[in-house]
């Protein structure tokens, strides 16, 4: 079975500071990692995700992330966030073998909060 | 294009009643799937339809979670009856193919319950 774990449950930072929000995750067999931003009062959206090839995957907004097989992370970078990046941003997994049952896992989420 | 739509936003019951949420997903997508997101927890798949099938519902609750899709395009979790646990935000996704490890899902806004 897959999980996710995010290590910060808050991570505070100014603002035009560079900021990173911590993935890791456990799985047996090959996964997809993604990232997902829910600013208040709406529906997640993408940010990124890694299915294969490059390493580094860039997203929106600024936002990249590095997968890292050998560390089984996958972590979230931003050079310099702004006010409107304040939200609550989650990591999740998935597999590619459709009889592994349950096979999309999100981590518990990492709330942001940029600081004027 | 229209997102996800999801209804009603907010509802508040006694525990032993039934309580019923309904989703529009994007149009054209072929996938659609009901998450439950506890306080300060991630998303948790509780079913996936592909058109009008449900092939994925291990984590649903079924001595009192039901779903539909009929015609493969709304949908209706119902929950019967409601107990103090079930209070949650329950989330309506959908996305665009069958691939559901990497498919892009697009969230709505959810449906807040609050059981007393």
């Known amino acids: 079975a897959q999980s996710v774990t995010q290590l910060d449950s808050q991570v505070p930072v100014f603002e035009e500071a560079p900021v990173e929000l911590r993935c890791n995750y456990s799985?047996?067999?090959?996964?997809?990692l993604f990232w997902y931003v829910q600013y208040p009062n709406q529906g997640l959206q993408l940010l990124l995700k890694y299915l294969s090839g490059s390493t580094l995957v860039k997203g929106i907004n600024g936002f990249e992330a590095e997968f890292n097989k050998s560390q089984t992370s996958f972590h979230l970078r931003k050079p310099s966030v702004h006010i409107s990046d304040t939200a609550e941003y989650f990591c999740a997994v998935s597999t590619p073998y459709p009889n592994t049952g349950n096979q999309f896992y999100f981590g518990t989420g990492t709330s942001l909060t940029v600081i004027p | 294009e229209a997102g996800v739509v999801q209804s009603p936003r907010y509802k508040i019951i006694e525990k032993k009643q039934p309580v019923a949420f309904w989703c529009n997903p994007i149009?054209?997508?072929?996938?659609l799937y009901w998450y439950r997101q506890n306080l300060g927890q991630g998303p948790e798949l509780l079913i996936r339809?592909?058109?009008?099938?449900?092939?994925?519902d291990s984590q649903l609750p079924k001595d009192r979670f039901s779903a539909e899709r009929l015609k493969g395009v709304d949908s209706t979790l119902k929950i019967q009856p409601a107990e103090l646990g079930d209070s949650a935000v329950y989330l309506c996704?959908?996305?665009?193919?069958?691939?559901?490890?990497?498919?892009?899902?697009?969230f709505g806004p959810g449906t807040r319950l609050t059981v007393l």
């Open positions: 339809y592909e058109n009008e099938e449900a092939v994925d």
């Open positions: 799985s047996s067999v090959s996964v997809y």
């Open positions: 996704a959908s996305s665009a193919g069958l691939a559901a490890s990497t498919d892009t899902q697009y």
């Open positions: 149009s054209g997508h072929n996938t």
